[in-house]
């Protein structure tokens, strides 16, 4: 059909109830829709709400409080360039002029733009059901109030999601407009819609780059669809429509996503694991890389079917892929195919083309996000925004087919609860995951509580003891960081300060000595720097333990060893300046500083202690 790819066989048509939305079209039926959208608006804006009076969280404290860029909105024009996701960084500029530094506006701004997208999923879901409204509204929910969700919405750092979300669901509607457009004139006007969209969704988050599959997999729904005969094309007729329509656009689009994925990850540096110096593939090789595939897209489909357990990161707590022997390869292996080949026998062969179509659009949408190009974030919950979409379509094709079951009397009826009381069943597991957004101390107790064996989430956990003054409940959460994993490096730094501030000063020596004992190189590597400058930073820290027992001789000499070979470590040249300082030596703290402003002559906070020993 023209409007969607979920047309029934001839002799079904006009026969289906009020469920499928079908029939004669009244007078009033963008009056319906509107009520539908509206009705949509109230659902998204009850179930996060309680997410409104949150605080700044993780990241955004770096890419909202610290950011002073986006205090300026004169510097809007230099964000493209200069900024990673620079759309991202122009809302927040925009949401700080208006809103200083409240949370809630930011929040305010999330919410708002979600609203946009649910309602956008529901223009795409009544496309692909040829308007049915129940089933379109039961998509645009689903996709809406997942507890998955939350992330997105409740954590202002979340904004890359919803933001290149709603660009890339104008953007596939716009195509889908220039692919049916009645004229030239028309078609060139939706196609440019579209480039604009796509391009945005481009610089708002990197995942947009699955939209040019996502058109392929549009024209092909369109070039597989039945004649009004019930015939099916052949595979040769398919691809030859495909190829002549949209040759050239396909070309195009992805020529552009080749470079702008060289621009991502060449120039912005936006993965650590791709880069100049090469790659570091999951699980230490590209079988175990390609292996782990599978294995995130078996990850993400549980919590799209069962999103109880849900955490802000997953870093040690999901394993790569360990070879073909690893127990999870296989099962994830064939469930990835089988997912495929039923979305496609679902589109090319069957009436439910609907459900074919979201769930190739799961597929496709999540590839970016599955590591089938190695990413420093190996899975994410954030990861499913877009994806859910697809999954709303399974369920809209399923609400459809519920307004066919006429025997046994009531069976209807009865699988329409439940998918009434799923719904519920999301909405407030959503509102109840919007609270662990409230602040660091909520978001790293819950995600400790889930993922355990996360490093990160220990560390973070025993960050925000310490922020509580409770330094003795800290300490363990410090070790088994270290534990999980010896290369993080802050948790050596914690544990030892820690012990320092306590008085404990041969364990914290004791700390650094495993953190120089520890695999140096690795850790160096995954936190951009030299392994040189690291056992610096390391020795750095020892000599101040010497300083701060008071032996600030031998805490002067080993600053100065260190600074001999490493003269720019601004840390060392803070810490050896004070060690002068409180030993008195005047002439020898001022030459100190004036190195130290040499090293970083930006950092004005030195000038006044330089000016004051002059």
Request: aromatic share 10%; net charge neutral.
């Amino acid at each position: 059909t023209a409007t969607g790819v979920s047309a029934p066989p001839a002799e079904e048509r006009g026969q289906r109830d009020d469920i499928r939305g079908d029939g004669p079209v009244h007078h009033n039926e963008t009056r319906t829709w509107i009520l539908l959208a509206a009705g949509l608006v109230v659902v998204v804006v009850a179930v996060f709400a309680n997410s409104l009076g949150n605080g700044f969280v993780f990241d955004d404290v770096d890419l909202v409080v610290r950011n002073a860029r986006i205090r300026n909105l004169a510097d809007l024009g230099n964000f493209i360039g200069d900024t990673y996701r620079p759309i991202r960084t122009i809302s927040y500029a925009i949401d700080y002029a208006v809103w200083g530094l409240n949370p809630t506006g930011f929040r305010v701004t999330n919410l708002v733009i979600h609203t946009a997208n649910a309602i956008l999923a529901l223009g795409v879901a009544r496309l692909l059901t040829g308007g049915a409204r129940m089933a379109s509204m039961c998509a645009a929910v689903l996709f809406a109030i997942h507890p998955v969700q939350s992330e997105s919405v409740a954590y202002i750092s979340g904004r890359r999601d919803v933001l290149f979300a709603m660009f890339f669901l104008v953007a596939f509607l716009s195509y889908v407009r220039f692919r049916e457009a009645p004229n030239r004139s028309i078609a060139a006007r939706f196609l440019a819609i579209t480039g604009i969209a796509f391009a945005l969704s481009l610089l708002s988050k990197e995942m947009a780059t699955s939209f040019p599959l996502v058109c392929v997999l549009w024209d092909f729904a369109r070039a597989t669809e039945p004649s009004t005969a019930g015939e099916r094309p052949s595979a040769g007729s398919v691809f030859g429509r495909m190829l002549r329509a949209g040759g050239v656009l396909y070309g195009i689009g992805f020529v552009v996503l080749g470079g702008f994925a060289y621009y991502t990850v060449f120039v912005r540096s936006a993965t650590t694991r791709l880069g100049e110096a090469g790659v570091t593939f999951w699980g230490g090789s590209l079988l175990n890389n390609l292996l782990t595939v599978p294995l995130t897209y078996a990850h993400y489909a549980r919590l799209t079917v069962w999103p109880m357990k849900l955490a802000a990161q997953y870093l040690g707590a999901f394993d790569p892929a360990a070879g073909f022997s690893d127990v999870r390869v296989v099962p994830a292996l064939v469930f990835l195919a089988g997912i495929v080949a039923v979305g496609l026998w679902l589109l090319v062969r069957t009436s439910h083309r609907t459900a074919g179509f979201g769930l190739l659009w799961f597929i496709i949408t999540l590839l970016p996000a599955s590591q089938i190009l190695p990413h420093h974030e190996i899975v994410a919950d954030h990861y499913l925004y877009l994806p859910l979409v697809g999954a709303g379509l399974v369920l809209a094709d399923i609400v459809q087919s519920i307004g066919r079951i006429k025997r046994p009397a009531g069976a209807g009826v009865a699988v329409g609860s439940l998918v009434v009381i799923l719904l519920g069943a999301f909405a407030v597991r959503t509102v109840v995951r919007n609270t662990d957004w409230k602040d660091d101390a909520t978001l790293w107790e819950a995600t400790y509580a889930v993922v355990p064996r996360s490093p990160r989430a220990a560390y973070n956990y025993g960050l925000v003891l310490t922020n509580r003054g409770e330094h003795e409940r800290a300490i363990p959460y410090y070790q088994q960081a270290i534990e999980l994993d010896p290369t993080f490096l802050t948790s050596y730094f914690n544990l030892a300060s820690t012990y320092a501030g306590l008085g404990r000063f041969d364990e914290a020596r004791e700390v650094y000595a495993a953190a120089l004992a520890s695999d140096i190189d690795t850790a160096a590597h995954q936190w951009h720097m030299t392994p040189d400058t690291l056992r610096a930073l390391y020795a750095t820290e020892v000599a101040m333990l010497d300083a701060n027992s008071g032996r600030t001789a031998a805490a002067r000499d080993s600053l100065s060893t260190i600074l001999a070979t490493n003269p720019n470590l601004v840390r060392t040249q803070d810490f050896y300046a004070n060690v002068l300082q409180q030993r008195g030596e005047t002439v020898a703290t001022i030459e100190s500083l004036r190195q130290r402003l040499a090293a970083a002559p930006d950092d004005s906070g030195e000038f006044p202690l330089l000016a004051d020993r002059l």
